[in-house]
């Protein structure tokens, strides 16, 4: 069965660092594109970076210098550090699995809450 | 960055009845184009990828439909746990983006 847990969101002060982790089950994460999406609360969704099969990187301009995406294909997770965090980061971010080599997301985390404030 | 324009924002329509909503692109995305549906608190779950194919163990009742700039999504006859947010998606290019969501209300 596939599985994705998202852990590591909290609430933080702006200026603070995060790290986000995914850990997968049910397949290994090196064959497929790997995600993180956000949710602003009551808002929708937001494509955040991707890391591909062979391990190129992409961002969005909101979070370019700011967030780096990882994986560990050994444990089978997949990571999202964020610096540098702003109130407007706030959201539940989502792990999710691309389709093949592709950026349609088949599989997808429950998520976990990031609260930037002071 | 591609924009994705949902339409409309708000869907009002009873059990039974059929569904259709619109996604416009900026620029042609050409098939390369996912729909996602959304229920309160929780993930979002693919229902279409590449405009008209169906994810697996998604109920026929769902199509897809478009190429290039637009596309749509069609709910034949409307199921109770259909009244949900619907999102589209583009990955013709970086970065990925999403449109702005259609909610599904019960009338």
């Known amino acids: 069965e596939v599985q994705l847990v998202e852990t590591g969101g909290d609430l933080i002060q702006p200026g603070g660092s995060l790290r986000l982790s995914c850990a997968v089950s049910?397949?290994?994460?090196?064959?497929?594109?790997m995600t993180w999406v956000r949710q602003a609360p009551g808002k929708g969704l937001e494509w955040v970076s991707v890391?591909?099969?062979?391990?190129?990187?992409h961002y969005a301009d909101s979070v370019k210098g700011r967030f780096t995406i990882s994986r560990d294909i050994s444990e089978n997770m997949l990571f999202l550090q964020m610096n540098n965090l702003r109130a407007e980061d706030t959201a539940m971010y989502y792990c999710?699995?691309?389709?093949?080599?592709?950026?349609?997301?088949?599989?997808w985390g429950q998520g976990t809450l990031v609260t930037v404030s002071s | 960055d591609i924009v994705l324009t949902q339409s409309p924002a708000t869907l009002s329509l009873s059990p039974g009845e059929r569904a259709t909503l619109s996604c416009r692109a900026s620029?042609?995305?050409?098939?390369?184009l996912a729909w996602y549906q959304q229920k309160g608190g929780q993930a979002p779950r693919l229902l279409i990828y590449?405009?008209?194919n169906r994810a697996t163990g998604i109920p026929a009742r769902f199509s897809g439909s478009g190429s290039g700039t637009d596309f749509t999504l069609t709910i034949s006859r409307l199921e109770p746990e259909d009244f949900a947010f619907y999102y589209c998606?583009?990955?013709?290019?970086?970065?990925?983006?999403f449109g702005q969501g259609t909610r599904l209300e019960i009338k």
């Open positions: 999710a699995k691309g389709r093949g080599r592709t950026s349609s997301y088949d599989f």
């Open positions: 890391i591909e099969d062979g391990g190129t990187t």
């Open positions: 620029q042609s995305v050409s098939i390369y």
């Open positions: 998606q583009q990955r013709r290019d970086w970065p990925i983006t």
């Open positions: 049910g397949f290994t994460v090196s064959p497929y594109y």
């Open positions: 590449d405009a008209s």
